[in-house]
């Protein structure tokens, strides 16, 4: 994964790795201090019952085991901001990357923004919008520096956080720092400094919303649960799209469910533009995706991809498949 931010496996060694030692020493008193302590003895317990569950998603796992959804969602802020530092936004943090920067699609994305772009506020002529199913926030993060790192004669001070809040950028199960407003201060925090206590990464896993939360099951029948105005601001962004472009999904139900394909799927057969990166996939994922996507046991269509086969598709990462589709041209 670039950027430093572990992958879902990556994520379960992770946790697993964990000695009490990690779990931030918290001086405060009271309801505090005894949650702290009783965590930091459940820890081995948790992970025994993650290890002898053999999963490579923590989601699978809570999705079973809801009580512990809490705990899980405070390991995972507390792995995640170990990792929100500014020196990976350069993608060269990747370990499967033989060369830095081999998957910095961020930096690909951002030589196109910059086209033509003399002053920092043309860059809201891109009308792009962002639709993550991550917790971190190095998109944000990136783009900010970016922003300041090219303008920085020219901007006034966080100027770059007001010309930011103009690209869209939902996370659909949260972040670390909650949904954005206009200027959320995006770089708030660089990585673990000594001032980041049990309370405050125990405050920032407030913002983070398992799969096992977002979905219940209603006389047998799948129901989100995200917040409704949540749901049509990621419908709205579909229908007003023009050029929809999937980048590293894994294309699992819930997030489809999410997405709703059955309100925009239609798009790509009246000509608009979709691309759907497939790194890993096999070719029964490929197919069984086309199937979810359209509503059909057996899809007849073709991955909507200028490849001459499935084989070349599931070979490119975020970067080359961007490059390769041409899809931001």
């Avoid at 961020?106 to 030589?111: L, P």
């Avoid at 923004?113 to 002053?119: A, I, K, N, S």
């Avoid at 007001?162 to 950028?169: N, T, V």
């Avoid at 405050?200 to 219940?216: C, M, P, R, Y």
Wanted: charged content about 25%; overall charge negative; aromatic content about 10%.
């Amino acid at each position: 994964m670039p950027y430093g931010m572990p992958s879902g496996p990556e994520l379960v060694a992770e946790i697993l790795k964990l000695r009490n030692t990690h779990m931030l020493p918290e001086s405060s008193t009271g309801s505090l201090k005894t949650q702290f302590d009783s965590r930091c003895s459940q820890l081995e317990k948790f992970q025994d019952l993650l290890r002898s569950s053999d999963v490579a998603s923590i989601d699978l796992f809570i999705k079973h085991n809801p009580g512990l959804a809490s705990f899980e969602k405070f390991l995972i802020a507390r792995i995640l901001l170990g990792r929100e530092e500014e020196k990976r936004l350069d993608g060269s943090y990747s370990k499967s990357e033989a060369t830095p920067n081999g998957d910095h699609w961020y930096k690909f994305m951002w030589e196109k923004m910059v086209v033509d772009v003399e002053e920092a506020k043309e860059l809201q002529q891109n009308q792009i919008a962002f639709i993550t199913f991550n917790y971190d926030i190095s998109l944000e993060s990136y783009l900010a520096r970016s922003i300041r790192g090219l303008f920085s004669q020219k901007l006034e001070h966080n100027e770059e956080y007001a010309i930011l809040s103009h690209f869209p950028i939902i996370h659909v199960f949260g972040s670390l720092l909650g949904q954005h407003t206009d200027e959320t201060p995006f770089r708030s925090y660089n990585g673990l400094s000594p001032t980041l206590s049990y309370s405050h990464v125990n405050d920032l896993s407030q913002n983070l919303l398992t799969i096992g939360e977002a979905f219940s099951r209603v006389n047998n029948q799948k129901k989100c649960n995200l917040p409704n105005d949540h749901q049509m601001r990621i419908q709205n962004l579909f229908d007003q799209a023009e050029r929809i472009i999937f980048l590293g999904l894994g294309y699992h139900p819930e997030n489809l469910d999410v997405l709703n394909p059955s309100r925009w799927i239609h798009k790509a057969d009246r000509g608009n533009s979709l691309y759907m990166s497939a790194y890993g996939l096999s070719k029964a994922d490929l197919s069984a995706t086309l199937s979810r996507l359209h509503g059909k046991e057996k899809s007849a269509v073709e991955w909507p991809l200028p490849y001459e086969s499935t084989d070349e598709i599931v070979k490119y990462k975020s970067r080359e498949f961007l490059w390769r589709s041409g899809a931001l041209n």
